[in-house]
């Protein structure tokens, strides 16, 4: 199995709300991590976790809340979202680090109203 | 520093025509990985290069990495419709940062 998951596809909320994506990788894979992509954009890396442990924050807004409940899953909280904020939010996982294959998930499109 | 810059922004083909895209660093890369995002789609990996002048096929994809680690280029020989997406360089750092090029819009008239 070599695949990322996510879901919703797709979620549109008010920037009142409170919302959670979610990812889930069954590869046992020890890295992962929460891009945000803009239209016509890279990826731009937002949290990784190793091992379960937040190992790089991208100086990311705090309405942006990462969990790793165990080795398989990542949440992203999202609170008081801007419109701003709406984006493609993608999940990816390696083996160990960077330099291993990322497989992506397909990710969730998000728009904040 | 540590940004990778990818040329050309965007390309527009006549199917069968040929298509190379570049990633240049100014800095030495230890590894350069290559991805392809179709419209709609998500980034899926498609290579990685680590030595000194590798060259590596995948059917009509040849990927090249230069000599110093500084470049590195994609090329599509024959396009075809089905190679339509964006294609992005990548480049890893010590730590666990991946970080993009802007990307190569590929479009493919039939």
């Known amino acids: 199995d070599t695949e990322v998951t996510q879901t919703p596809k797709h979620l549109v909320m008010g920037m009142t709300n409170k919302k959670s994506l979610k990812c889930e990788q069954h590869?046992?894979?020890?890295?992962m991590y929460w891009y945000k992509q803009k239209a016509k954009k890279p990826p731009e890396l937002m949290f990784v976790?190793?091992?379960?442990?937040?190992?790089i924050n991208e100086s990311v807004p705090s309405r942006f809340s990462p969990e790793c409940p165990n080795s398989s899953l990542l949440n992203l909280h999202l609170h008081a979202l801007q419109p701003e904020d709406s984006a493609l939010y993608l999940c990816a996982s390696t083996s160990s680090g960077p330099r291993e294959t990322q497989y992506f998930g397909p990710g969730t499109r998000l728009l904040v109203l | 520093g540590q940004q990778v810059m990818q040329i050309p922004q965007y390309q527009h083909v006549q199917e069968g025509e040929d298509f190379t895209t570049y990633c240049n660093s100014s800095?030495?890369?230890?590894?350069i990985q290559w991805y392809k995002q179709r419209p709609g789609g998500h980034p899926v990996f498609l290579i990685q290069?680590?030595?000194?002048?590798e060259v590596k096929k995948q059917k009509r994809l040849t990927f090249q990495f230069g000599e110093a680690k500084k470049n590195s280029s994609l090329h599509i020989t024959a396009t075809q419709t089905t190679d339509v997406g964006t294609y992005f360089c990548a480049r890893g750092t010590g730590g666990f940062k991946t970080i993009f090029g802007a990307g190569t819009r590929l479009f493919v008239k039939a």
């Open positions: 590869m046992g894979h020890r890295a």
């Open positions: 290069l680590v030595k000194s002048g």
């Open positions: 976790y190793s091992y379960e442990k937040l190992s």
């Open positions: 800095t030495t890369l230890s590894n």
